[in-house]
């Protein structure tokens, strides 16, 4: 029995059954490449669902946990220690916002922003304003897994199986102007988005749509919130997504790359919506503790020193336009999306997107299929254009061997079957 097969079996037994793996047992990475157990190296156009911005085994992060963890891993939020502040201010800088609260995951630092928007419109229903205590989300949304994302995401496999869900959210139809303002009131206290929705195959907001959402929202003194969890922290070469519309929410969420690969969220509020909270209402035991805190600081500051946001831009126009040669050449290929390092090929079949990640795989590249037909790519910002040319070479032999077999039948059976998200 290998050692894979050991662990495959005792997690079997052990755990709750809540993932699909692939049978591969990475113990090791370097740079943009993850190593298995055999030292086969694999070229990682995923990083671990758009974590490892920086790669693996990065100095910079390196050192800092070595660094701190002499010195202080953790103290609780009854303490003060050095890091919060300096994070805040970088962060607070970077966004456009005023004040940030630290918790641990993205879905926790959702949670956070649902709970000062409700908090919020309390303040104003004190100041005798009249306004509701709805959500506006959109569909296709995902914004995780707790009780509150989950009522807010939108596929029905991830709610519907918990039900009864939080009450009180309505899902506008994406990009739909018309259908936002049919459903806005003074009823909704928030509306909740993604820039570019992540989970839902990388689909970016129209510019007219989020200028919608900011003037109704402006209009009642309701919030506009911005998940930035995927898309945020220099993916699409700039700090945010919402900065390539110029528009700016009330509350926004960080997670993912934010410190590197060590669990972290972030919420960034307005000083206006961080009035309404007051000490005893929220926090978090584990949240911006001083090892968690000092390797987001050190991402930030190793982004910028190495120019990583211009580079994801770079790159990532590079990806883009090699994709969309690659769609002239396969009528399998029927749109390209994306904006810096985040991208997704959409495919015209749902199983042939399923057998390209497994070819990739097998040709050692991890690349990833969201909402059944778009192959997702969410690579390091450390990405050159030599990888870039490895992937679309393997895609290119993928397509030529593969493609013909899936292409009208089935490709028509699959848009008819309407499909579901793998998460
Ligand atoms: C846009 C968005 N929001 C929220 C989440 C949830 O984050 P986490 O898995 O860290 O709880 C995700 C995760 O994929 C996400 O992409």
């Given at each position: ?12 037994r ?16 370097e740079?943009v ?25 990065h ?9 701190q ?28 916002l ?41 569909e296709?949304?995902f ?14 496999k ?12 309505d ?24 820039a ?23 209009s ?7 998940d ?49 909270i ?28 190495e ?11 590079y ?22 390092l ?13 057998l ?14 969201t ?5 997702r ?5 450390i ?24 292409s ?11 499909g579901?998200?793998?998460?």
């Amino acid at each position: 029995m290998t050692k894979l097969d050991q662990i495959r079996a005792a997690e079997a037994r052990l755990l709750l059954s809540t993932y699909e793996r692939n049978p591969i047992l990475f113990v090791r990475g370097e740079g943009v490449h993850v190593i298995d157990e055999q030292g086969d190296r694999y070229l990682d156009l995923l990083s671990g669902i758009g974590v490892n911005a920086l790669g693996y085994s990065h100095p910079a992060i390196v050192e800092t946990i070595v660094k701190q963890s002499h010195s202080l891993i953790h103290t609780s939020n009854l303490f003060f220690h050095e890091g919060q502040a300096e994070l805040a201010l970088r962060l607070t800088e970077r966004t456009g916002l005023d004040r940030a609260f630290f918790a641990n995951t993205g879905t926790e630092a959702w949670e956070g922003a649902l709970k000062m928007a409700r908090l919020h419109a309390g303040a104003l229903r004190n100041e005798g304003k009249h306004i509701g205590t709805r959500f506006l989300a959109l569909e296709q949304s995902f914004h995780g897994r707790t009780f509150g994302s989950m009522a807010t995401t939108y596929k029905a496999k991830y709610r519907e199986p918990f039900g009864p869900v939080v009450p009180g959210v309505d899902f506008v139809r994406f990009n739909d102007v018309a259908d936002l303002r049919a459903k806005f009131s003074n009823e909704v206290c928030a509306i909740l988005v993604e820039a570019i929705q992540g989970e839902a195959g990388i689909r970016p907001l129209t510019q007219e749509f989020l200028n919608e959402a900011r003037a109704l929202a402006t209009s009642t003194g309701a919030l506009l919130v911005i998940d930035e969890i995927q898309a945020g922290m220099g993916r699409t070469g700039k700090w945010c997504a919402y900065q390539h519309y110029g528009v700016q929410p009330d509350i926004t969420t960080l997670a993912k790359p934010l410190a590197g690969g060590i669990p972290m969220g972030a919420l960034l509020c307005t000083e206006e919506v961080s009035r309404a909270i007051h000490p005893g209402m929220h926090g978090t035991t584990f949240g911006g503790g001083p090892l968690t805190c000092a390797v987001a600081i050190a991402v930030i500051d190793t982004m910028e020193k190495e120019g990583l946001l211009a580079h994801a831009t770079e790159v990532g126009d590079y990806f883009q336009a090699q994709l969309r040669s690659l769609a002239a050449r396969h009528e399998a290929i029927v749109d390209v999306r994306g904006k810096g390092l985040m991208i997704a090929a959409e495919l015209d079949s749902a199983e042939l997107a399923k057998l390209t990640c497994a070819e990739m795989l097998k040709r050692h590249i991890v690349i990833n299929c969201t909402s059944d037909t778009a192959l997702r790519f969410l690579p390091p910002y450390i990405l050159e254009r030599s990888h870039v040319d490895t992937a679309i070479a393997a895609l290119d032999e993928i397509f030529t061997e593969h493609a013909a077999a899936f292409s009208g039948a089935h490709a028509a059976a699959d848009h008819a079957a309407g499909g579901q998200n793998h998460g």
